[in-house]
């Protein structure tokens, strides 16, 4: 079963608008990363955040982390059109095997 | 995408048949994978590799098989291919001192008929 569980599952909003995605998963976790995914590409990694880190930014990009609720979000700001994909959280368990466990993902249309 | 190629990229074929998909990376990446992603499933694991040689099983493993001879390839094989196999594979790259991020393949698309 996935571990991580996204929020929503489709998303849509103007341009120049602010996108928030939410990922929950179930075990305790090493990191936390969050890919993006063109249609018919495959994923691009974005941004990694630590199990010990609360908050990163990278660009137009900010990503929390809540190991408490077991929850991050994906904060994307001033949406352009090119940011039109689908987005999905994953989360490090284990550090010996790097195996990544994947949320089943939002998927995220900016209109012009 | 971090030099790593898949071929072939589509691939159409029948029941029963054997199927061998290749990923090649030129990064020198320790850690390799494979992930099939279909429709309401999201991204699954297959098999995984963590050195030449060195696989294990991920969370979808039956009826596939791996092999990984050389650092820099990582073959998959449908040995007898099915209908529900039909999906899009990707193979991965990482390493552990990234915090294992991990760098996609373009896909195969594999269809069985």
């Known amino acids: 079963s996935q571990q991580g569980e996204e929020d929503p599952q489709a998303l849509s909003i103007q341009e120049g608008e602010n996108a928030t995605m939410n990922c929950s998963y179930k075990t305790s976790i090493n990191n936390l990363q969050w890919y993006r995914q063109n249609s018919g590409r495959g994923l691009v990694h974005l941004i990694l955040?630590?199990?010990?880190?609360r908050e990163k930014h990278s660009g137009r990009l900010r990503v929390t982390l809540d190991t408490s609720k077991k929850s991050s979000s994906l904060l994307i700001t001033a949406s352009r059109a090119a940011d039109t994909a689908s987005y999905f959280c994953?989360?490090?368990?284990?550090?010996?095997?790097?195996?990544?466990?994947f949320g089943q993902g939002t998927t995220l249309q900016v209109k012009p | 995408d971090a030099g790593i190629t898949q071929s072939p990229r589509h691939k159409v074929t029948e029941t029963g048949t054997p199927v061998t998909l290749r990923c090649h990376q030129t990064?020198?990446?320790?850690?390799m994978y494979w992930y099939r992603q279909d429709p309401g499933h999201g991204l699954r694991l297959i098999h995984y590799?963590?050195?030449?040689?060195?696989?294990d099983k991920g969370e979808v493993s039956d009826g596939y098989s791996v092999s990984r001879s050389k650092t820099e390839d990582f073959l998959l094989t449908l040995e007898s291919a099915t209908s529900s196999q039909t999906s899009v594979y990707f193979c991965a790259i990482s390493e552990s001192g990234s915090g294992y991020e991990q760098y996609f393949g373009p896909g195969t698309r594999l269809t069985v008929t």
């Open positions: 994953a989360t490090l368990t284990s550090s010996n095997t790097g195996k990544l466990i």
């Open positions: 955040i630590r199990s010990n880190e």
């Open positions: 990064e020198n990446h320790r850690y």
């Open positions: 590799s963590y050195g030449v040689k060195d696989t």
